[in-house]
């Protein structure tokens, strides 16, 4: 079963800081990588799929990049709303697996 | 286009339950649809899936031979229904939708989420 991995655990940014998050695969998954944000009390919502296509109505602030196992996901100038927890997803192969999360939070 | 899930209740180890999604704003039959747990301050969980024709049914080990996924089209549902049930079936439970048609043969990421139903296994 492949393992996902994601680092760091918690970034602390300032607002218009720019966020790099990192998510690994123990395996390589080609381009099958997902990113998801999700704030307390509401469930995960989709991001970015495929590693960099942005999901319906995702600002251009948020950006993916990567394959096979080294994945990033970069958010530009940070707004008060982006913080919150992200996960990444395989879907290489069954299962889909996340990884842990990294918690985005005010610096 | 949403996602409601409902049924989510406290539940003695070993007991059983049902909990349901209704889909609206979207042609319910068309999708795979799949069943996502998250327990608390932990990260998401994929549980199991069930394509648009019933073709195909997918179970994560933990759950497989304990829950049963199954699907209404007609009444624009999908349901878990869950045996056995233990303490670290404690969780959110969410009904996602596919976003990607990989016919079985590969998962996808989901694009739409309901607002999540809390199953807690307790004694």
């Known amino acids: 079963e492949i393992v996902m991995t994601q680092s760091p655990a918690t970034l602390s940014v300032s607002p218009g800081e720019r966020a790099t998050l990192s998510c690994r695969a123990s395996?390589?998954?080609?381009?099958?990588l997902a990113w998801y944000q999700q704030k307390p009390g509401q469930a995960p919502r989709l991001l970015i799929h495929?590693?960099?296509t942005r999901a319906t109505g995702v600002p251009a602030r948020f950006s993916g990049s990567g394959s096979m196992t080294e994945f990033t996901l970069t958010i530009s100038s940070l707004q008060s709303e982006d913080f919150a927890v992200y996960y990444c997803?395989?879907?290489?192969?069954?299962?889909?697996?996340f990884g842990p999360g990294t918690k985005v939070d005010l610096k | 286009v949403q996602l409601v899930e409902s049924g989510g209740r406290l539940v003695r180890p070993g007991g059983s339950l049902r909990v349901s999604c209704e889909g609206s704003?979207?042609?319910?039959?068309?999708?795979?649809m799949n069943w996502v747990r998250q327990a608390p301050g932990k990260g998401p969980e994929w549980v199991s899936s069930?394509?648009?024709?019933?073709?195909?049914?997918n179970y994560a080990d933990s759950v497989r031979g304990r829950f049963t996924i199954s699907k209404d089209d007609a009444k624009n549902s999908l349901f878990l229904h869950m045996n056995s049930l233990r303490a670290d079936d404690t969780a959110v439970y969410y009904c996602?939708?596919?976003?990607?048609?990989?016919?079985?043969?590969?998962?996808?990421?989901?694009?739409?989420w309901g607002q999540g139903t809390l199953v807690s296994v307790s004694s």
């Open positions: 395996q390589s998954i080609s381009k099958n």
């Open positions: 996602a939708r596919d976003l990607l048609d990989r016919f079985g043969d590969f998962p996808s990421p989901f694009d739409l």
């Open positions: 704003g979207f042609s319910f039959s068309d999708y795979t």
């Open positions: 495929t590693s960099s």
């Open positions: 069930i394509s648009s024709g019933r073709s195909y049914i």
């Open positions: 997803q395989q879907y290489n192969k069954w299962p889909p697996l």
